[in-house]
């Protein structure tokens, strides 16, 4: 069974955690509807994706 030799240092095992957080998505505002959206994907409220209609909305 593995067992470790030394204890781990808060400084180190910190520093290891250092690339688990999270980082909040990109938003930006589709130039259609004027509603927020992430980048390089078809807007949820009009369906449009680089000035072309991709998806048909229900509204």
């Not at 290891?16 to 959206?37: F, N, T, Y």
Request: aromatic letters at 4%; one cysteine or more; hydrophobic letters at 20%.
């Amino acid at each position: 069974m593995a067992v470790p030799k030394k204890k781990t240092s808060k400084s180190r095992r910190d520093m290891r955690r250092s690339h688990d957080s999270l980082i909040a998505p990109g938003i930006s505002v589709c130039p259609q509807c004027d509603e927020p959206k992430q980048p390089h994907r078809v807007c949820g409220s009009c369906g449009f994706y680089k000035d072309r209609n991709v998806l048909e909305s229900e509204s």
